[in-house]
């Protein structure tokens, strides 16, 4: 027997083992999910993909029902790239009511989750749950959902979870648009017109690393911007990367974040900013 007292010895000891990469989805997968798929199989033997959608993270009036649900054209994407897909039903994944959640940090409950209430909770109960049956040393989350990913990290790192978590970029059409499930939601205008989510962000961009340093009124500029072409704004907001809190004065390493609703659409998009010393 071998008694072990640190997390470091305990991890050390069970780093032997066949090295497992997970990518939670909730299907109807598109290029960006296969490439955090890629991304896994530079990390471990096995890759597993587990599609599932998740109840818990949608609120009342949302697209629950609605969201395309697409197995067997997203396993036949997944055959060549994926050891394991796991898709279970929601009698599965929640057998018993989940009255034990997990309460994300203060930040969860801005921007993203300022809209949606509860939403982060849902996601970080059900990939708890998923890492608990998967059992991953890696794990890999897309970029474009920043927050999420941000609050994910969170969890792993105050539950000491013996996970890695890899953020993937955000992958794009040819026009700049972010790939999204979300975004066969579109119609031909709007998805026309959906480009200009982006071509903000990188106006933002743009006048941050030319100097200027208003965070609040580029936020307001952006946000009238896409206000003034029909959308409905959520917010648009300039974070710190580390803490998605407001920067502090002369921190360099930003992230523009905005959502907004294109007609019936909610699109979600960020880019990470490193300014100049």
Known sequence: MQLIHSVAELRARLASEPPVAFVPTMGNLHAGHLDLVRIARQHGRCVVVSIFVNPLQFGVGEDFDQYPRTLEADCAQLDGLADVVFAPSVAEMYPAPQTMTVTPPPIASELCGAARPGHFSGVATVVLKLFNLVQPQVAVFGKKDYQQLHVIRQLVAQFNLPITIIGGETVRAADGLALSSRNQYLSAAERGAAVFLSQTLQTVKQNLCAGVRDTAALEQQALESLAQRGWQV????????????????????????????????????????????
């Open 234 to 277: 959520d917010y648009v907001a300039i974070r710190s990367q580390a803490t998605l809190a407001a920067p502090a004065p002369g921190e360099r390493a930003l992230v523009v974040l905005a959502a907004a609703r294109l007609g019936h659409t909610r699109l979600i998009d960020n880019l990470e900013i490193c300014l100049e010393g």
